[in-house]
């Protein structure tokens, strides 16, 4: 079975949903040392090194810790703990795409670098809620509504749709990021909080998962809503 890491806030629907397409959830918790918007959001809390490498805030309730080492995963912990105020709650919110890594390097955790192999290329950009920011499609095919962040992924021959913001519900903020609102199942199926049928640049989406052979799920109908990735392993 497959495990995925989601907001502690999901709804009924979403947990049902999400139990239908035959996944195992795991909630992740709140954290008070994050802003009640994004406290908890997994890209946030979690970087994954890779399938069974993991980072996680140094202050994770040890619980979640618990679940996720009887899960089979190898659990490092973060150099520095998050904090309310920008840039301290983005230390593990970065973008390892195939062998790139993207991140405002001056605020990534010390935990992510050691742990990032030499043969990955790190990329600097100016959004450090770089994770946030990115709906991966592939390896190879990426979503964003960051400018930076789009221009340098294509520099280094990625595919990228690029969307302006806005249209994505994060409670108690204007509107959230893209990345938030989904995440990869496997290589073919994407699963949305929400309806890309409510998004203005829905069809936009719907093309571009099309063109790069991956089938969409819907965890509600209701506008998108920014609930932090959805992690699978």
């Known amino acids: 079975m497959i495990n995925c890491i989601v907001d502690c806030r999901l709804t009924e629907n979403e947990r049902t949903s999400l139990s239908k397409l035959g996944l195992n959830i795991i909630l992740c918790p709140k954290s008070s040392d994050a802003y009640e918007a994004i406290s908890s959001h997994p890209d946030i809390q979690i970087f994954f090194v890779n399938y ?27 150099s520095k703990g998050l904090a309310h105020k920008y840039p301290h709650d983005i230390i593990l919110n970065c973008l390892k795409l195939g062998d790139l890594f993207l991140h405002n390097l001056k605020y990534t955790d010390e935990a992510v670098i050691d742990n990032l192999s030499g043969d990955i290329k790190r990329i600097n950009v100016n959004q450090g809620y770089t994770k946030c920011s990115t709906a991966v499609v592939s390896d190879r095919a990426i979503i964003t509504s960051d400018p930076g962040i789009c221009r340098s992924l294509i520099d280094n021959g990625i595919d990228v749709l690029y969307l302006p913001p806005g249209g994505i519900i994060l409670e108690g903020l204007d509107y959230g990021f893209i990345g938030g609102t989904c995440g990869l199942l496997d290589k073919h199926n994407m699963a949305f909080f929400g309806s890309l049928d409510r998004y203005i640049y829905g069809k936009e989406v719907k093309d571009f998962l099309k063109k790069h052979k991956i089938d969409y799920h819907y965890l509600m109908e209701s ?11």
Not at 224 to 233: A, E, Q, S
């Open 52 to 78: 069974k490498n993991v980072i996680v805030q140094k202050y994770m309730e040890p619980e979640f810790i618990n679940v996720l080492k009887s899960s089979g995963l190898t659990i490092h912990l973060s």
């Open 223 to 233: 506008k998108l809503v920014d609930r932090g990735t959805l992690f699978t392993f």
